[in-house]
């Protein structure tokens, strides 16, 4: 079965630190993988994609994601966290044939403290 | 840049109505999508359409109906809402070797 899991519903991190976000899947075909962000209220914003080739991928915001095959894994990561970053993330997977629609997790709560 | 609009941003309706949800897209996607996005269940597809006049269902869609008479219009229906529809609904567009583009979402009650 196609999944994505994001094993952490909430997390707080302390603003200035490092944060790291797990997103684990499963999907039969070649994946397209991404992360969104989503403010209160608010539609969900694409951070960052992964289609092929180099696994570090950069994004909007200081944000960065590792694709590991061998792990099946596509983590979010970011240096050093901004009060403004709480938020709601959500990673997702995705083929390219037309009309496939995402699956996606089921969301991180990413709460930030001073 | 994509626009995805949502007509509402925030809808109140009855229980028995039907309601209409629009989402309008400039970007001449093929494939448009409707989502529903409830605390702890994450987004769930309803339907999505990659083509005028073609649908699909998703993994929840009863209850709901599409229409997609223009390319750029993907429409949810709600043929007789009830409480357990209350919730934020999301559009998203999609073209090929692109990621999804979301509307900023209508948040829909039903009483």
């Known amino acids: 079965a196609q999944s994505v899991t994001q094993p952490d519903i909430h997390i707080t991190v302390s603003e200035g630190a490092s944060l790291e976000l797990r997103c684990n899947y499963s999907?039969?075909?070649?994946?397209?993988l991404f992360w969104y962000v989503q403010s209160p209220g608010q539609g969900l914003q694409l951070l960052l994609k992964?289609?092929?080739?180099?696994?570090l991928v950069q994004g909007i915001k200081g944000f960065e994601a590792e694709f590991k095959r061998s792990q099946s894994s596509f983590n979010l990561r970011k240096p050093s966290v901004h009060w403004s970053d709480a938020a709601e993330y959500f990673c997702?997977?995705?083929?390219?044939?037309?009309?496939?629609?995402?699956?996606f997790g089921k969301g991180t709560t990413l709460s930030v403290s001073s | 840049d994509v626009k995805v609009t949502q007509s509402s941003r925030y809808l109140v309706k009855r229980t028995g109505e039907k309601v209409f949800l629009e989402c309008v897209q400039d970007?001449?996607?093929?494939?448009m999508f409707w989502y529903r996005q409830d605390p702890g269940l994450g987004l769930r597809l309803i339907y999505f359409?990659?083509?005028?006049?073609?649908?699909e269902k998703g993994d929840i869609p009863e209850g709901y109906s599409v229409s997609r008479e223009k390319k750029e219009r993907f429409s949810l229906i709600l043929e007789s809402a009830s409480t357990n529809q209350t919730s934020m609904y999301l559009c998203?567009?999609?073209?090929?070797?692109?990621?999804?583009?979301f509307g900023d979402g209508t948040r829909l009650s039903i009483l």
């Open positions: 998203a567009t999609l073209a090929r070797d692109n990621p999804q583009h």
């Open positions: 997702a997977v995705g083929a390219r044939e037309a009309g496939t629609a995402l699956i």
């Open positions: 999907y039969g075909a070649t994946p397209y």
């Open positions: 359409s990659y083509d005028v006049k073609m649908k």
């Open positions: 992964y289609f092929s080739g180099d696994t």
């Open positions: 970007m001449d996607h093929e494939n």
